[in-house]
């Protein structure tokens, strides 16, 4: 099955630096979701990307769904203690009929930690 | 908008009893629901996908007689832990996608189940 190889694990950071992370996948997928999980909490969907090359912000968040469709990234500007957290990126598959049901896989996440 | 509850929160039970968690979608009409498994540090593992009136589609590896989910209506969907054992302890987290929403899921709060 399609996996999903997110990078990095783990980060950690000061409070005011910039923040990149990225997935990448053997093959192409039809949507890239970025999510954010707060310990205990359930994911929270950051960003929705569904064209090849598209480049979308929220707020200090940015996140390009790659030209190849196997790749995406996040970037956080300006980081702050809140942005703590684990970081899921999630892809939808094009399965052989050339739609998606629905299903996501998803990366392993990048765990972000904040200094203040 | 979009908004998905679960209910319980947390549950504590016995080895040997079932649990029901309930998925609930408050604001929109969810045409699928997932139920998803979470391990400490880990990412989210698909557990089923269900659809309205119909039988849900279990990700191999995952026993339908010990994981029973029914979803009745176009927001509620129920997962039932059967015969419960100290191995099913986890963190189950429900997610639900509307009509047009395009493989967007938005997540439950999750569930922490602890069987002792």
């Known amino acids: 099955g399609q996996q999903l190889n997110q990078s990095p694990q783990s980060m950690f950071i000061q409070e005011g630096e910039d923040v990149s992370m990225n997935c990448t996948s053997s093959?192409?997928?039809?949507?890239w979701l970025w999510y954010k999980q707060d310990p205990g909490e359930g994911p929270v969907l950051l960003i929705a990307?569904?064209?090849?090359?598209e480049l979308t912000s929220n707020g200090r968040l940015t996140a390009q769904f790659g030209t190849t469709r196997k790749d995406s990234f996040l970037n956080i500007s300006a980081s702050i203690p809140s942005d703590v957290g684990i970081y899921f990126c999630?892809?939808?598959?094009?399965?052989?009929?050339?739609?998606?049901?629905?299903?996501?896989?998803f990366g392993q996440g990048t765990i972000l930690t904040v200094h203040p | 908008g979009a908004v998905v509850s679960q209910h319980p929160s947390r549950v504590i039970c016995k080895s040997g009893t079932s649990v029901k968690i309930e998925c609930r979608s408050l604001?929109?009409?969810?045409?699928?629901m997932f139920w998803y498994r979470q391990f400490p540090k880990q990412s989210l593992m698909l557990m089923a996908t269900?659809?309205?009136?119909?039988?849900?589609?279990?990700e191999q590896g995952v026993e339908k007689d010990k994981f029973l989910i029914n979803h009745a209506s176009l927001t509620l969907s129920t997962l039932t832990v059967t015969s419960a054992h100290p191995e099913d302890s986890s963190f189950y987290i429900c997610?639900?996608?509307?009509?047009?929403?395009?493989?967007?899921?938005?997540f439950g709060p999750g569930t922490r189940l602890t069987v002792l």
């Open positions: 997610s639900a996608s509307r009509l047009g929403s395009y493989n967007e899921q938005f």
């Open positions: 093959s192409i997928f039809n949507t």
């Open positions: 990307l569904y064209k090849a090359g």
């Open positions: 999630a892809g939808a598959p094009i399965n052989a009929g050339g739609t998606s049901y629905g299903k996501l896989t």
């Open positions: 604001d929109f009409q969810a045409t699928t």
């Open positions: 269900s659809n309205e009136g119909s039988k849900a589609t279990y």
